[in-house]
C-alpha cells in the first residue's frame, strides 16, 4: 500500500524571490548614506552562503538540477541561501573587515540550516544567529559603524574591508544612536540630539530614512501577501506601547522615545524580514502575534537594561525557542474562544 507524500508547509520560491525585491529599498537606502561596503558585504555574504550550500548538498549527495543552479552556483529555486546572505549582511557593519562577514555567513549556513537538514528544518533563524555569533565573538568590530553620508570611496572600502594598503579610514567610524543613549549618564535627549552627529529627526541620522525604506519593502511584501501582518504588528506594537510607558521624557536617565526605538537600529529590518521568516517563526495567526510581541518586548529589555545596544537577534532567537509552545498556546486559545 502507497503512502501519500507529506504536503510541505509552504511553497518557499516566489515568497522568497519577492523577499528579495522587497529588500531593495533598504540595501539601496543602505548604499545611499553608507557607501561601497554595503556591495562588498552583500558579495561576500551571498559568496560565502552558496558555496556553503554548494558543499553541504555534495556532502548529502543531493542533485542540483539545472533550475537550481545560476552560473553553476547553487542559488537554488528557492532562494534561501540568499535571502539568507542579504539579511545577514545589511544588518552586519557596513565596513566590516571580510573575515567576520565570511565566518557569520559559514556559521549561519552550517549551524543555522545544515545542521538541521537544510532550508525547512531549521528551528532558529540563520541570518540572526550569524549575526549573534559575530556579536559575541567579535565585538570591537561589531561596533564600527561608519558616519552616515561619509562613507569611502571604492578603493578605500576595499582597504578597509579587505585589510591591504597603506592609509586606511581615520575617524570614519561613530557610535550609533541605540549605543551613545545606552552609555549616556549625564546629557539630555535634547542635548544628545543636539552634540551627537549620529542623532537625527527622530533616531538615527540615515538610519530613519534606512528604517523607512524597509518599511516600505515591508508593505510591498504585506500587498503581495507574501507576509502576514500578525508578527510585525505585534513586534512594532510591542516595542511602541513598551518604550511609552518606559519613557520619562527628555531626562539624562530617559530610555528614549517611542519613536526613536521605532527608526533606529534594525527595527523595521527585523519587523518585516526577519520575524516573518516561515521556517523558524510560528505557523499560525494568533501564535504569529504572539511571537512578534515577544520579540519587541525581549527587544526593548535588552536594549535598555541588557548589555547590547540592539538586542534584536537575541529576542529573535530566544523567541525561535518559544514557538512549539506558542502554538500549543493559541491552539488552546482558539479552542476555547470555538466553544
Known sequence: MTTAAAEPRFDPRPSLQRVLLACLPGVLALLWFNGW???LQLSLAT????VCEWLTRRLRQQPTTAADSLFGLPLLAEGSALVSAVLLAVALPTYAPWWLTVSAAVFASLFGKSLFGGFGQNPLNPAMLGYAFALVTFPAQMTQWPVPGNGPGLYAALQQVFGFGSGLIDGWSQATVLDSLKHNNRLTIDELFSRHSAFGTLGGRGAEWINLAFLAGGAFLLRQKVIRWHAPVGMLAALFVISLLCWNGSGSDSNGSPLLHLFSGATMLSAFFIVTEPVSGASSDRARLYF???VGLLTYVIR????????????????NLCVPRLERLAAWRTARAAQ
Open 304 to 319: 535598555t537594561w541588557g548589555g547590547y545596544p540592539d538586542g534584536l537577534a537575541f529576542a529573535v532567537l530566544l523567541m
Open 37 to 39: 561596503g554595503v556591495l
Open 47 to 50: 559568496a560565502t552562503c552558496c
Open 292 to 294: 512578534g510581541i515577544g
